[in-house]
């Protein structure tokens, strides 16, 4: 009896070593494996993103596995991501991040992501992405008064953000703040005007005392003691006039740095990116080619799930054959795109 056992672990060990620990053939888009592989990659974008706010997760649109040997593939990953309220410099991790609401004028993303899974381990060799905004017809049909997203350069804007940074300033002893970037604003004119900002700022070399003498010479700290943050204002202009601002210093974070578009870095008002945009889109940091192999013809999206399409049919016909289905038997999920996590848009 003994001898049979070892004989059986003896046949049965080559064959256990010969299959490799790699992923099983087609993922489904919910797979825990999907899901690993995508959260790895939406903490790439965001950590690799130098404009506007963190995105996060909404669908897996697709996935596809191409193995190139022994506990090492390849994955090409279709995200669905949706705009969060927290800014690329904030210290906030994801998961404690608000998704931006359908009636805040939502931003979404799109990004394609080749991705390495080598002896377990993720790396990302290519990511390529944009992001837009929801059309306006569609928040005002669920919201007609909703204050709908406007350019960045407005002069509303641009106006409301000034106002308001000074108005802080003159308010705030300590750190005197410059604009980094507008990050978002909303403008609505029923039933009253309202013009709403967001702005990235960093703390100047300055005081509030020091910038009265010469603000000119108020410069952004340097890289190893910079200190970002972040403001939001209201500003009311109609029926009556009002002025709302909070700005909250994210303190040094050693590493975290801010790319300026262009040269301008005095001046602050540097939008130079977002002209004419009203948000800031995810292809200025994410444009890699390479990528994108996935939307021609090696990620054709009929291949992809055909065969695990098929398969499931061929299980479902089986299980139907010898078990009958209890009363309310739904069939399972199609293995992608996957579940939504937040809202469709
Ligand atoms: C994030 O959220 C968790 C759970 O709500 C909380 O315990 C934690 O302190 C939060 N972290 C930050 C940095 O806000
Ligand atoms: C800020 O830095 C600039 C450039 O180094 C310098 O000229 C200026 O005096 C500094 N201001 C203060 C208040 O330290
Ligand atoms: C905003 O930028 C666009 C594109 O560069 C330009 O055509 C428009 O005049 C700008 N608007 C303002 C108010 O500066």
């Known amino acids: 009896m003994k001898a049979l056992i070892a004989l059986i672990l003896l046949v049965q060990l080559p064959i256990h070593k010969a299959v490799p620990a790699a992923p099983p053939a087609p993922l489904g888009c919910d797979d825990p494996e999907s899901e690993a592989a995508a959260e790895f990659s939406v903490n790439y974008i965001n950590g690799h993103s130098h404009h506007g706010y963190k995105f996060t ?21 279709e995200l669905h991501l949706l705009e969060t309220m927290c800014h690329v410099l904030s210290p906030t991790p994801l998961e404690n991040c608000t998704v931006r609401s359908f009636v805040q004028h939502a931003v979404e993303g799109d990004c394609d992501i080749k991705l390495q899974k080598l002896n377990g381990k993720f790396s990302v060799l290519a990511s390529k992405c944009h992001s837009h905004a929801d059309s306006s017809e569609d928040v005002l049909q669920v919201c007609p008064v909703c204050p709908l997203l ?4 407005n002069t509303e804007v641009l106006t409301a953000v000034a106002t308001a940074l000074n108005d ?18 909303n403008i609505q004119y029923e039933p009253a005007h309202v013009v709403f900002v967001e702005f990235a700022v960093a703390a100047t070399n300055c005081s509030a005392e020091d910038a009265k003498v010469s603000v000119e010479a108020c410069q952004l700290l340097p890289e190893d003691q910079s200190n970002f943050g972040f403001c939001t204002a209201t500003m009311v202009k ?31 008002l540097s939008p ?43 299980a479902d016909v089986a299980q139907h054959d010898k078990v009958p289905h209890p009363v309310g038997f739904l069939p399972p999920p199609p293995p992608c795109p996957g579940k939504i996590r937040h809202f469709k848009i």
Request: aromatic content about 6%; glycine content about 6%.
């Open 150 to 153: 406007t350019s960045l350069n």
């Open 57 to 77: 997760l909404n669908r897996i649109k697709n996935i596809r596995i191409i193995p190139q040997g022994l506990n090492n593939y390849i994955l090409l990953l």
């Open 238 to 268: 109609r029926p009556s006039q009002d002025l709302r601002v909070g700005c909250q210093l994210y303190g040094h974070q050693p590493g975290v740095t801010y790319s300026h578009p262009g040269h301008d870095t005095s001046a602050g």
């Open 168 to 185: 802080h300033n003159s308010k705030t002893p300590d750190a005197y703040l410059r604009l980094l970037e507008i990050g978002r604003a």
């Open 272 to 314: 130079s990116v977002v002209q004419g945009f009203i948000n800031h889109n995810l292809r200025l940091s994410h444009n890699n080619p390479f990528a994108s192999e996935s939307s021609s013809s090696e990620f054709p999206a009929s291949a992809f799930s055909a065969k695990s399409v098929a398969k499931r049919a061929v």
